[in-house]
Structure formats: structure tokens, C-alpha cells
């Protein structure tokens, strides 16, 4: 999930596919074959890049001869690289992209071939169904089958915003001894996961378990709606608020103000919000990696090792959250943000919040959104004294790839060794469960860590970006840049459809 995915991703290249696009069938070889007369351009799964002049290619190895981009240096390369260690492939005619070690496995799809042009590039990426981009889902067996219960690490576009999230697993039921979760790559994009595990927390039956901004589970005995809100909020029932992403020039921002019942005498409580990420309009990022043209991989270099680029992605992931702000009796004070973390699956997070002083039997509460990134389904709030739940690691037995066999070294630890995944693969584990007390239930979540590079549709070049920008000769990455530092200038690119 994954707003700020698409933000980050309109200038790397990588993000939006809206799921739009005419489609047809093509050997993926023959493509590649097609390319033999041009310069090629590969990033590598250690994201640094080649420039090939010449090159040729078997089933599993391409060799070629030209440059190789190294700790920011280029040096001279001439050799072989394992098609199974290559993201993506760029010819002046053709992109080719994607893990390239499953070409002639598999069939893939282009994007709007027959509106393509020469020396635009054509991207493709293999089709797999349904709208919009995601990251990792997560199942769990319910004793009859799996059911998708979240999404991780939705902003880890790339190995420089590799991070770690979790997802709740209501569905989760033990069975025999064992508790059974699958992670699944479902969509255009490359996965490399660096761990996962199963927390289980013990509760009294029926008592609600949600997980913080910073994935600590809370029980939640007394949950109040709030005294005033807009209806759509009130009561969870999949009837959303959403933040409309068409704006009037400037009108960017939506704020939600509500009212929350004050109970008890505690000085603190949860804030619990039931959302799901929206889809930003694709065109202004389909506008924004057509202008980077050829030169997508070289930024999406630079999201890889330049810290200042990645610093300003994740600008854009705390721009995508939703900011929470408690009144105080005099001034409004910030409490915490809850980050964007799917747009397929609904989600719920909390955000503990004070008790100003000064407020009697009410406190006022507001929620701040980038317009058109949230959809949310109710907001609740529990004031009970309680504490975070004490969180029981359970131990992996044993994680089988779906197409390589044993997983278990790759995601056990979180190290150096990553478990990969392409579309249409997957990772079966199963935990040794733990048994509750008498009167009390198990209540589980799954924490992954690890990143992802999306399958580049084909896009036209933009003519939508201030024109001043775009016809001045300006270096386009550092258009592009120029255009993230200033978020009111992107802004309105970003809303421009």
C-alpha cells in the first residue's frame, strides 16, 4: 500500500499502473531479440547499473561490454551477468522489465504497444488481473483456507526504504499445534523479503487487539464512537469517507475535525482509525516517468544510495500519512501520523493520544490527509487503562517457496539474505502456535521486513510539467527533484487530472 509508493515512484519510474491499459500477449525473447542493435541499460539486484553497448543472451546469462556504475563511478565492464540477478533491462526502443530470469517461463504483457513510438521505450510487465499496484499480501489459514489479511511494507520502494511492518491475522486459526501464514507476490512488481514472524498476544475472549504506528498491539475493552464526526466515520460498516482528489487550484489538504467522548480518568487513550489508502490519479505520475524518460534507472539509483534522495521520499511518506491533532484548550498539538499501508486490503491502526487537562467529558480531535490518499471507515476511541500487550514470538518451523523450495535461512533472520519473490509466487510458513489460559484467546500478527521494485508500465512523455521546467534543457532528473523539494509546485502536477 502504498501512497507515498506512488509518489516516490512517479519520479524513480516505478510505481503507477493503473490496471487501465490495452494489453496483448508477446514472446518476451523475440523482444529482447529485437533489442540486440541498440545500447541496453540494466539495473542489477545489487542496484547498481550497466551500460552495454554490445551484448548477447542465453536462457540464463546475458553477456555484454561497456560501463558499470559502482559507488557512483563508472568503470569498464565486459562479462556475463545471471538473468536471474537482473531488475530491469532499458533499450532506447524497448524496456524490458521485471525479474528477467522468469522470461520464457512465463507469458507477459506490453503496455499500449500499438501506441508506442520509436526511441520512447516500451515497458513490460507481466499481467496479472485486477486495478492498482500493491505490495506483499499477507494470508492466514482460517482451517479451510487461506484469507488475505494485509499488506507490508507498502513505502519500501527499493532497497534504500527497505523497512519493516505488520499486519493483524484475525482469520488466524491454530490447528494441531500449528498456525499457517503465506506471503504473496500478486501483482507487477519484484519482492525481496528479509524476514517475517508471528506474534501472538493473549487477551480475554472478545476483547479487541489492534497494533500502533509503531506495531505494538493494545487491547481495547471499551470502544466509543464519536459524538460528532461526519456520518460516513461514525460506525464501522464499509461506508467510507474519502478525501476526493479533485481540488480547486491550492486545495490540496483535507481536515477532518471530530468530537470524542472523554470516559474514565486516564491521561491517555487510543485513537483507533479504520482505513484503507486510496489511488492517487495515475496520470500525473504516468506524466512524471515519461519525462524521466532513460533516465529512470539512473534516479532509481540514486533512491538506492544517495541519502539525500531517500530523506526526501520518505518527506513524501510522512506527506501521505494521516497527522493526527488533539486540542489542547488554547492550540492544536500534534499526537502522531498513521503512514499509508494499503489500498487493497482495509486496515486499522491506532494512535494514543492525551487527555488535555482541560477537557471535561469531550475532547476535540483532528485528522489531516494529502487529498485523495484515504479512504476511512469509522474512528473510535477507548480510554480503559491499559497496557500494551506482552508479544509472544512464535517459532518458524519451516518456509517453503513456492518455486525454490526451502525459504526457512531467508526469512528467519533479518540480515543479509533475502528471499525473492515475483508475480504469481509465494511463501508457505508454519509457526508452532501457543495455547491461551483458560477464559482467554490467542490473537496473532505477521511483521515483514524487506522492499520491492514494481514491473515499469509503458507511458507517454509528459507535457504537463511547468513549461518553463520542461523546455529549458534542465538536466530531467534534476527537474524531477526540483519538483519533490517544492511540494506546492508538485503539487498541482500531482492534481493536474
Same mark, same amino acid.
Given at each position: 500500500?502504498? /501512497?507515498?509508493? @506512488?509518489?516516490? &515512484?512517479?519520479?524513480?519510474?516505478?510505481?503507477?499502473?493503473?490496471?487501465?491499459?490495452?494489453?496483448?500477449?508477446?514472446?518476451?525473447?523475440?523482444?529482447?531479440?529485437?533489442?540486440?542493435?541498440?545500447?541496453?541499460?540494466?539495473?542489477?539486484?545489487?542496484?547498481?547499473?550497466?551500460?552495454?553497448?554490445?551484448?548477447?543472451?542465453?536462457?540464463? &546469462?546475458?553477456?555484454?561490454?561497456?560501463?558499470?556504475?559502482?559507488?557512483?563511478?563508472?568503470?569498464?565492464?565486459?562479462?556475463?551477468?545471471?538473468?536471474?540477478?537482473?531488475?530491469?533491462?532499458?533499450?532506447?526502443?524497448?524496456?524490458?522489465?521485471?525479474? /528477467?530470469?522468469?522470461?520464457?517461463?512465463?507469458?507477459?504483457?506490453?503496455?499500449?504497444?500499438? *501506441?508506442?513510438? =520509436?526511441?520512447?521505450?516500451?515497458?513490460?510487465?507481466?499481467?496479472?488481473?485486477?486495478?492498482?499496484?500493491?505490495?506483499?499480501?499477507?494470508?492466514?489459514?482460517?482451517?479451510?483456507?487461506?484469507?488475505?489479511?494485509?499488506?507490508?511494507?507498502?513505502?519500501?520502494?527499493? %532497497?534504500?526504504?527497505?523497512?519493516?511492518?505488520?499486519?493483524?491475522?484475525?482469520?488466524?486459526?491454530?490447528?494441531?499445534?500449528?498456525?499457517?501464514?503465506?506471503?504473496?507476490?500478486?501483482? $507487477?512488481?519484484?519482492?525481496?523479503? *528479509?524476514?517475517?514472524?508471528?506474534?501472538?498476544?493473549?487477551?480475554?475472549?472478545?476483547?479487541?487487539?489492534?497494533?500502533?504506528?509503531?506495531?505494538?498491539?493494545?487491547?481495547?475493552?471499551?470502544?466509543?464512537?464519536?459524538?460528532?464526526?461526519?456520518?460516513?466515520?461514525?460506525?464501522?460498516?464499509?461506508?467510507?469517507? %474519502?478525501?476526493?482528489?479533485?481540488?480547486?487550484?491550492?486545495?490540496?489538504?483535507?481536515?477532518?475535525?471530530?468530537? &470524542?467522548?472523554?470516559?474514565?480518568?486516564?491521561?491517555?487513550?487510543?485513537?483507533? +482509525?479504520?482505513?484503507?489508502?486510496?489511488?492517487?490519479?495515475?496520470?500525473?505520475?504516468?506524466?512524471?516517468?515519461?519525462?524521466?524518460?532513460?533516465?529512470?534507472?539512473?534516479?532509481?539509483?540514486?533512491?538506492?544510495?544517495?541519502?539525500?534522495?531517500?530523506?526526501?521520499?520518505?518527506?513524501?511518506?510522512?506527506?501521505?500519512?494521516?497527522?493526527?491533532?488533539?486540542?489542547?484548550?488554547?492550540?492544536?498539538?500534534?499526537?502522531?501520523?498513521?503512514?499509508?499501508?494499503? *489500498?487493497?486490503? =482495509?486496515?486499522?491502526?491506532?494512535?494514543?493520544?492525551?487527555?488535555?487537562?482541560?477537557?471535561?467529558?469531550?475532547?476535540?480531535?483532528?485528522?489531516? +490527509?494529502?487529498?485523495?490518499?484515504?479512504?476511512?471507515?469509522?474512528?473510535?476511541?477507548?480510554?480503559?487503562?491499559? &497496557?500494551?500487550?506482552?508479544?509472544?514470538?512464535? =517459532?518458524?518451523?519451516?518456509?517453503?517457496?513456492?518455486?525454490?523450495?526451502?525459504?526457512?535461512?531467508?526469512?528467519?533472520?533479518?540480515?543479509?539474505?533475502?528471499?525473492?519473490?515475483? =508475480?504469481?509466487?509465494?511463501?508457505?510458513?508454519?509457526?508452532?502456535?501457543?495455547?491461551?489460559?483458560?477464559?482467554?484467546?490467542?490473537?496473532?500478527?505477521?511483521?515483514?521486513?524487506?522492499?520491492?521494485?514494481?514491473?515499469? $508500465?509503458?507511458? $507517454?512523455?509528459?507535457?504537463?510539467?511547468?513549461?518553463?521546467?520542461?523546455?529549458?534543457?534542465?538536466?530531467?532528473?534534476?527537474?524531477?527533484?526540483?519538483?519533490? @523539494?517544492?511540494?506546492?509546485?508538485?503539487? $498541482?502536477?500531482?492534481?493536474?487530472?
Amino acid at each position: 500500500m502504498r /501512497i507515498l509508493s @506512488r509518489i516516490s &515512484l512517479t519520479t524513480c519510474s516505478a510505481l503507477v499502473l493503473s490496471g487501465c491499459f490495452s494489453t496483448k500477449e508477446i514472446r518476451t525473447y523475440g523482444e529482447l531479440s529485437g533489442a540486440l542493435r541498440h545500447p541496453i541499460r540494466i539495473m542489477a539486484a545489487d542496484t547498481t547499473i550497466y551500460d552495454l553497448k554490445r551484448f548477447s543472451f542465453s536462457d540464463s &546469462l546475458l553477456e555484454g561490454e561497456g560501463e558499470h556504475l559502482i559507488a557512483g563511478r563508472w568503470v569498464p565492464f565486459s562479462g556475463r551477468l545471471p538473468m536471474s540477478r537482473i531488475v530491469y533491462i532499458q533499450s532506447r526502443s524497448l524496456s524490458i522489465v521485471g525479474s /528477467i530470469g522468469v522470461l520464457g517461463l512465463m507469458g507477459l504483457t506490453a503496455a499500449g504497444i500499438e *501506441n508506442s513510438t =520509436p526511441g520512447r521505450g516500451l515497458s513490460v510487465f507481466r499481467q496479472m488481473g485486477g486495478i492498482g499496484l500493491s505490495c506483499p499480501f499477507v494470508y492466514a489459514w482460517d482451517g479451510l483456507r487461506y484469507v488475505r489479511q494485509g499488506e507490508v511494507f507498502g513505502t519500501a520502494l527499493g %532497497k534504500g526504504l527497505e523497512t519493516s511492518t505488520a499486519c493483524m491475522l484475525p482469520d488466524a486459526a491454530a490447528a494441531d499445534g500449528f498456525l499457517r501464514v503465506r506471503i504473496a507476490d500478486e501483482r $507487477p512488481e519484484t519482492h525481496y523479503i *528479509n524476514s517475517a514472524r508471528v506474534c501472538a498476544y493473549e487477551t480475554p475472549r472478545g476483547t479487541p487487539v489492534y497494533l500502533d504506528t509503531h506495531d505494538r498491539a493494545w487491547p481495547l475493552p471499551a470502544l466509543s464512537p464519536p459524538l460528532r464526526a461526519p456520518r460516513e466515520i461514525v460506525h464501522k460498516d464499509n461506508i467510507r469517507w %474519502k478525501s476526493e482528489p479533485v481540488r480547486r487550484t491550492g486545495m490540496y489538504r483535507d481536515t477532518l475535525e471530530i468530537l &470524542l467522548p472523554r470516559t474514565g480518568i486516564t491521561g491517555e487513550g487510543s485513537l483507533v +482509525v479504520h482505513a484503507v489508502n486510496a489511488r492517487l490519479p495515475d496520470g500525473a505520475f504516468a506524466k512524471l516517468f515519461g519525462y524521466l524518460g532513460d533516465e529512470s534507472l539512473p534516479y532509481l539509483y540514486r533512491m538506492e544510495h544517495d541519502s539525500g534522495t531517500i530523506a526526501l521520499l520518505k518527506e513524501w511518506i510522512d506527506e501521505c500519512a494521516l497527522h493526527v491533532d488533539v486540542w489542547d484548550g488554547a492550540s492544536w498539538k500534534g499526537s502522531g501520523a498513521i503512514p499509508p499501508e494499503a *489500498n487493497e486490503v =482495509p486496515f486499522t491502526r491506532i494512535v494514543r493520544i492525551p487527555a488535555p487537562e482541560r477537557s471535561s467529558d469531550s475532547v476535540r480531535v483532528r485528522l489531516r +490527509v494529502l487529498a485523495g490518499t484515504w479512504e476511512i471507515d469509522a474512528v473510535e476511541v477507548d480510554w480503559s487503562p491499559v &497496557l500494551r500487550l506482552v508479544e509472544h514470538v512464535l =517459532p518458524l518451523l519451516s518456509a517453503v517457496h513456492s518455486e525454490r523450495g526451502s525459504a526457512d535461512r531467508s526469512v528467519r533472520f533479518q540480515d543479509s539474505d533475502y528471499a525473492m519473490l515475483l =508475480p504469481g509466487e509465494y511463501i508457505d510458513m508454519t509457526f508452532a502456535a501457543r495455547e491461551p489460559r483458560e477464559g482467554y484467546a490467542m490473537t496473532y500478527a505477521c511483521n515483514a521486513s524487506g522492499y520491492f521494485y514494481e514491473w515499469l $508500465p509503458e507511458q $507517454p512523455v509528459t507535457g504537463d510539467l511547468p513549461e518553463i521546467l520542461a523546455s529549458s534543457g534542465i538536466d530531467r532528473i534534476h527537474v524531477v527533484e526540483y519538483l519533490l @523539494r517544492n511540494h506546492e509546485a508538485f503539487l $498541482p502536477v500531482l492534481f493536474a487530472r
